[in-house]
């Protein structure tokens, strides 16, 4: 079982609901929710985002004849930010349940592609962070830089699904799926108290001071679907560039025990 956590951000000014819509079909053409859990915390979303999920959590609960408890829909007037959205769908999570962290513009392609998320980090009980490869991404073994990374098979009984996965020092947040280990020891998402950025490169941080490894899987192709190139990407490089020297501050902190690698799992409504 696996809850899928979401924070979205659709406002009238960004134009991202159109992101928002295909990947919201794409994962319930993908994902067995009978069994898995969607959470999606709405960041001061547009009257027309409130419109558009108003309309998915009923095609969610009967077009598609899924259980309507398992979709979870927070709404806020306010921005908080992507790490205090994501920890709040986290904070609702069962026993039992993985967790997932995804973008809302993200396609995927393949069904089941949970369950073989939920199967392969189970394999290899040293994966922290398990993420979906991008193909716009330059992790590969054929680098030498901060991209080199490796590949591992995982352990393998007869009869099951074979399965590899890559290592590498950092896995982009598109899609990632967190352990028990990594939940246990280091907790939620942090932001350094911002709006965006950096929340996944200090988790796979804080995961490899944890002992443990930071992966692709490989096998299930997903397509990022956002266009780029307008008001909202400008936003966010100008945003992390302002919070860089802050978060090699973290990093550092991190390294000295400063700061903690735990961080609460706390929820902001």
Known sequence: MSLVCIASYCTEENGRLKYAKRCMYSLLETVDFNKHRLGIYLNAPSDE???FYREFKEDFSS?????SGNLIIIENAENVGTAKAVNSIMYLRKEGEKCIKMDDDVVFNKNGWVDEMEDAI??????????LKRR?????????DWAASKLIEVPHKAGEKWYVVEQVNHVMG?????????????????QMGGLYGFDDSTYCYRALIAGLASCFLHGIDIEHIDEGGDVYTDWKQKYSGEKMTAYNEALQKYKSGELSIYHPIEQTL
Not at 63 to 67: K, L, M, N, S, T
Not at 174 to 190: F, H, I, N, P, R
């Open 49 to 51: 985002a409130k419109e």
């Open 63 to 67: 077009c598609y004849d899924f259980p």
């Open 122 to 131: 189970s394999r290899l009980t040293n994966i922290g962070i398990l993420g």
């Open 136 to 144: 716009d991404l330059a992790e590969s073994t054929y680098r030498t």
């Open 174 to 190: 598109t899609c990632t799926m967190y352990s028990d280990a990594m939940l246990e020891k280091c907790g939620g998402l942090y």
